[in-house]
C-alpha cells in the first residue's frame, strides 16, 4: 500500500536505447511531479501534471516525455538514452498544484552505459 | 534570482550532541519553507513546513525550524543526534502558492558515536 510507487526501482540500459519509467499514486491526489536528482544530490523539477493536464514544463531536452493516463499515474518516457541522462528520478504527488508539501517515491536509479 | 542556499554541504556531529543544519533564502516576500530528508536509498520525507503561522515549527523525530524574517534564515535544529539521523537534508522554498517548490543542494548530516 505504497503511497507513491515508481517501477522500476533500477534500470540499466545502454546509450541510445529508449526507456520508460512507471509512477502511480493511491492518495488521490491532483498533481504529480518528476523530478531529476544528480551525482551531487541536486534535486531539479521536471515536469508538473495537475489532472492529466501539464503544468510545469522546465527547461528538459525533448527526448524527455511524461505521459498522464490518469491523474494517478505519471509516466516519463525517454528516448535516445545518453549518459549524462545518468541520475535518480523521483516521482512526487500533492493534494493540489498548490500544497504545501509533497509526498515523494522513492525514487529509480538510471543507469546508462 | 529567487533561490534557497544550504550552508555546508556536510555536518558531522556526535551522537547526543545539538544539530543545526542551516538554510537561507532569497526574497523580500516571506515563502512557504519546508525541510525534507533522504534517508540512503529512499525518497523524500517531509519533516516540517513553515507556511506563515508559527515562527517556531516542530517536525517529526524530534527536529524543529525556527523561521527568522530578519536574517531570511529557516535553520533546522535537534538538541540530541541520534544515529539514526544520519541522512540527506534538503531545505526547499515555494515563494507564492502557484510556484513550484525548488530544493537547495542538500546537507549531508553524519553521527559520530
Known amino acids: 500500500d505504497t503511497a507513491v510507487s515508481q517501477t522500476p526501482k533500477y534500470l540499466v540500459t545502454q546509450m541510445g536505447n529508449d526507456k520508460s519509467i512507471k509512477c502511480e499514486q493511491n492518495?488521490?491526489?491532483?498533481?504529480m511531479y518528476w523530478y531529476k536528482q544528480d551525482s551531487k544530490k541536486f534535486l531539479k523539477i521536471m515536469f508538473s501534471?495537475?489532472?492529466?493536464?501539464?503544468?510545469i514544463n522546465e527547461t528538459v531536452p525533448n527526448r524527455f516525455s511524461p505521459k498522464s493516463p490518469d491523474k494517478a499515474h505519471l509516466n516519463l518516457h525517454i528516448n535516445s538514452l545518453e549518459l549524462g541522462d545518468s541520475a535518480v528520478y523521483f516521482c512526487?504527488?500533492?493534494?493540489?498544484?498548490?500544497?504545501?508539501?509533497?509526498?515523494f517515491g522513492s525514487g529509480t536509479r538510471l543507469t546508462v552505459v | 534570482a529567487q533561490s534557497v542556499t544550504q550552508l555546508g554541504s556536510h555536518v558531522s556531529v556526535s551522537e547526543g550532541a545539538l544539530v543545526l543544519l542551516r538554510c537561507n533564502y532569497s526574497s523580500s516576500v516571506p515563502p512557504y519553507l519546508f525541510w525534507y530528508v533522504q534517508y540512503p536509498n529512499q525518497g523524500l520525507q517531509l519533516l516540517l513546513k513553515y507556511t506563515s503561522a508559527a515562527t517556531l515549527v516542530k517536525g517529526i523525530n524530534g527536529f524543529e525550524a525556527e523561521f527568522k524574517k530578519s536574517e531570511t534564515s529557516f535553520h533546522l535544529t535537534k538538541p540530541s543526534a541520534h544515529m539514526s539521523d544520519a541522512a540527506e537534508y534538503f531545505c526547499a522554498v515555494r515563494y507564492s502558492s502557484a510556484s513550484k517548490i525548488i530544493f537547495g543542494s542538500g546537507t549531508r548530516l553524519s553521527i559520530r558515536p
Open positions: 501534471y495537475n489532472n492529466k493536464e501539464l503544468i
Open positions: 492518495l488521490g491526489h491532483d498533481t
Open positions: 512526487a504527488s500533492s493534494q493540489t498544484p498548490d500544497s504545501y508539501g509533497y509526498t
